[in-house]
Each structure stands twice: as C-alpha cells, then as structure tokens.
C-alpha cells in the first residue's frame, strides 16, 4: 500500500519570505497523481496544486511550486512570498491512476509570523 | 466554493444514536468519496461510489455504511455511534477528467464537511 510521510509537524515563516514543506511517498507505481491541499482554520480542503508523476515539468500555481523528484519520491511545496493567508494546515496526498481514493500524509501546520 | 455540499454542518448528538450526513457532488461529477478527519488525526478514507455503486472501501466500521443514489447525491449513515466516532467527516467528488494511457486524471474536490459531536 502506498504512503506518504509528512516529516515537518509544524513549521513558521515570516510574511513575504520563502517557505518549503517536505513530503515523501512510497509506492510501487510508475504513473500517480500528487496534491497539496490546504486547510485554514475554516476546516474546509482547498486544493493548492496538482502534480502528475508522468510529467518532469514541476507544477506551478502563482506563489505555490512544487519540487517534485520522482525517483527520489519526494514532492515538496514551496509557497513564495508568504502571506498571513497562507496560515493553514497543509497535507500532501497521493493518488494511483484509476479514480482511487487519496492518501494523506499526517500534515504541515504552517504559521505566517507579521 | 469547490461545488460540493454538504448538509448538516454541525451535528451533536448522543451515543448509541444513528446520524444521516448527505453530500451533493459537483455537476456531472460521478465519484463521491468519504473521508473521516478525527482530532489531531489526518484524513482516512472511508467508501467510495461511482455511478451509484460501491467503489473502494477503507477503514469503515461496519456500523457505518452509505449509498449513492441516481441524483448522484451520496448519503453516509453512522450507528450505534460512539464518543470516538466525534470527527469531521468531508466527502469529495471527482469527474471523469482527462484520460493518459487509460487512467483518469480527475482531481477530488471537498465539500465543508460535517463536524460531528458524539456526547
């Protein structure tokens, strides 16, 4: 079964710096789908970005990039120029290829200091 | 707004009570998944549907069961409930997305959740 570890609990990053949030799966499967979403303290599941295994190109969203090392199975997402919004619990999940549930890792609370 | 609702948001009730949480999947979305996220737990999967039928199963007790029905809205029944079964519980629903090499590529979009309250 597939998995994915989130080894950072909790991290902080001062307003309009540079934040990088670690995440590494482990599977067996060429091609799969990797997600960060974010969680505010609305609770609500909001999709970050999307990354898909087949492609080299790493994903970008605005401020949001990932470091995706698929040989190394490590997906990082790096949040550019921080901002108090940003403050959130963040989860990496995985996704096999055939309309299958996600994984999630355990989660990044991630705090945005002013 | 990801499209996805769910009703109630908010529910307490008592031990050895049964709850009824419903989902609306977005428009044209064939998937509904459920997810449960206890304290200072991550998400675990609990059921999938497509179409109307059961998908996947993940770490659902067997007092807990939903369905699927032809609107596409998707209902997760929790009995004989427990003080651990408290959580939010979030249901997802995913298109059919684009295709590579046979595989969808569909994105799961949550709804608001359902915090639950076991007394």
């Known amino acids: 079964a597939q998995t994915v570890t989130q080894s950072q609990p909790e991290m902080s990053v001062q307003e309009a710096e540079t934040v990088t949030l670690s995440c590494t799966y482990d599977t067996s499967e060429s091609d799969y789908y990797l997600f960060w979403y974010k969680q505010p303290p609305s609770r609500q599941m909001i999709l970050v970005i999307r990354?898909?295994?087949?492609?080299?190109q790493n994903a970008t969203e605005n401020r949001f990039s990932v470091n995706f090392q698929k040989a190394a199975k490590s997906f990082s997402l790096k949040i550019s120029d921080s901002q108090l919004g940003d403050a959130a619990m963040y989860f990496c999940a995985y996704r096999s290829p055939t309309r299958t549930p996600l994984v999630f890792g355990k989660g990044t609370r991630l705090s945005v200091i002013a | 707004d990801s499209g996805v609702t769910q009703t109630p948001k908010h529910l307490i009730t008592a031990t050895g009570q049964r709850v009824t949480l419903r989902c609306s999947p977005r428009s044209g979305d064939l998937s509904v998944y459920w997810y449960q996220q206890s304290l200072d737990q991550g998400l675990q999967f609990l059921i999938q549907?497509?179409?109307?039928?059961?998908?996947a199963k993940g770490n659902i007790l067997e007092r807990f069961s939903a369905q699927q029905f032809p609107d596409l809205h998707s209902e997760l029944n929790l009995s004989s409930l427990e003080l651990g079964d408290s959580a939010l519980y979030f249901c997802?629903?995913?298109?059919?997305?684009?295709?590579?090499?046979?595989?969808?590529?569909?994105?799961?979009?949550f709804g608001p959740g359902t915090r639950l309250t076991v007394l």
């Open positions: 549907y497509y179409n109307g039928e059961e998908r």
């Open positions: 997802a629903s995913s298109g059919e997305g684009t295709t590579f090499r046979g595989a969808s590529t569909d994105t799961q979009y």
């Open positions: 990354q898909e295994a087949y492609k080299q």
